[in-house]
């Protein structure tokens, strides 16, 4: 198929037909390929789909709190579920890289098809405005997020950072309450999520305990996979 | 001064008119108030804070790459940047809380006028669409950014860093160069960033040792302050 052919499908798949096409071209060049590549367009598709995907979950999750609505974005903003959504619009199949990148097979790395995918998100954001952005962040996380309750989404935390561990032979977490304040109708319940082989802990707050437990097995698994994510190779 | 009064006085600094002032009201409850607090507008309000300020940066600084961009951005939306605004706007005098939170000096509080200052801008945001708050975030933070260079905000990740360290009686950071790749005049260069009296390395990279250098510098400082916050108290 020719460029122009497969640019033509892309416009399609992602429902919306480019003023700019140079600015979609630009979202799909890796750095390697020279230097009119995406990552500036990234560092603003970025910041794009957090509000298209808040608005998402602001206006689905009308009754949930503010620590939920936070977790269930960082969940969908996450490398994988970008991966998936790169994938579904066949991104390796038009992205631009440097030989040596293509053959090192650089189109299938999650961290390069996430990185395109939301710089595919800041294009169309630059193009068609917020709208055009919005849309496009629906079509590709709208059923995730309708098909789902913010509890199924609390579960996660102490669930993933119970695998994440598991998945370096580290022991499971422990949770105790450390404080609880208010009346017994509102109380609000600190909860220390601790990982004594790594000698760290984190709390959380929340309306019940469940709740805190979550949002200190959240801050953990953040901090962790922040450490992770800092040491050389560790994100590929 | 009368309640409407204030509220008036509000949206003329803002410079919005809400067509739904109950959601401007709403920005402004604490959560120690009642039921109908600002949380769930904070929530939004920080994505939109987020993709204002990247749009003004992108614009601002068309040759800063997005490690920079990333940078910056974290500096403008962070929560004593916030606070000021608030102070700015002048947000004490309209909280509403509790009357013991306000007693214990609440309306005072930096993470309580930043909270706030997000659900303003989150509220403008439900209320007059993304070029409303783009207007209000430039009013905000439009001079801070066009008085600056990306380069003196990249000073300060190792400034901040050290000054974070030297607080807590700690021993300065190292850094040495891990890794270089590329050919001559393309070079990129990894970093790694120490600090060994807490056992903790972070690197970074960059198209100079400096650039480098100032990366794992950040993502140092952002560890530390995860780990920092996560403890209970340490955000007042």
Redesign the interface.
Known sequence: MTVSGRDELLQQRLGHRFQRPELLRRALTHRSYGAEHN??L???G???L??A???LL?DRFGD???GD??RV?AHLVREDSLHKAALQLHLPEVLRMSEGEAKGGGAQRASILADAMEAVIGAVYLDGG?EAAQGLVQQLFGEVITSTTAESWRKDAKTELQEWLQGRRLPVPSYRI??TRGQAHAQTF?VECAVPSLG????GEGRSRRAAEQEAAQ??L??LQ??DG???GARD
Chains 1, 2 share one sequence.
Do not use: C, I
Request: aromatic share 6%; net charge negative; glycine share 2%.
């Open positions: 990552e500036r990234e560092f603003l970025d910041a794009v957090s509000l995907v808040s608005r602001f949930s709190d503010e609505l936070t974005r917020l450390v404080a600190e760290k802990a984190q709390t801050k953990m953040a901090l922040a450490e800092g040491r050389p």
